[in-house]
Nanobody, 124 residues
Framework: QAQLVESGGGLVQAGGSLRLSCKTS????????LAWFRQAPGKAREFIAH????????YGADSVKGRFTISRDNAKNTVFLQMNSLKPEDTAVYYC?????????????????WGQGTQVTISS
């Protein structure tokens, strides 16, 4: 059974850093685009970044460019999100997701598999 499991969330002060991990298992995700989304209370799920199966192509939302970096290690079946210069508005549940598509990758409906999410809380 295909699974994505996130880890690495927590509580940090503004200006700090966190590194999220998402380990995939039970499926052939090496050819999938992997992505990170987040969802704050009362808000829609927001696209953060995606990375191609080879890791050669990445794309990040304007709200996190220059602060967040997505990467993947196919040998370890893991995708990472390095988050620096964190702000209170980054507080949310962070999800990883996998998609076989190569377009419209900012849209949650394009993703077939989702993790359970990990909470990130940034204090001011």
């Amino acid at each position: 059974q295909a699974q994505l499991v996130e880890s690495g969330g927590g509580l940090v002060q503004a200006g700090g850093s966190l590194r999220l991990s998402c380990k995939t298992s039970g499926g052939t995700f090496s050819r999938y685009t992997l992505a990170w989304f987040r969802q704050a209370p009362g808000k829609a799920r927001e696209f953060i970044a995606h990375i191609s199966w080879s890791g050669g192509t990445t794309y990040g939302a304007d709200s996190v460019k220059g602060r967040f970096t997505i990467s993947r290690d196919n040998a370890k079946n893991t995708v990472f999100l390095q988050m620096n210069s964190l702000k209170p508005e980054d507080t949310a549940v962070y999800y990883c997701a996998a998609s076989p598509a190569s377009y419209n990758l900012g849209i949650p409906n394009m993703y077939d598999y989702w993790g359970q999410g990990t909470q990130v809380t940034i204090s001011s």
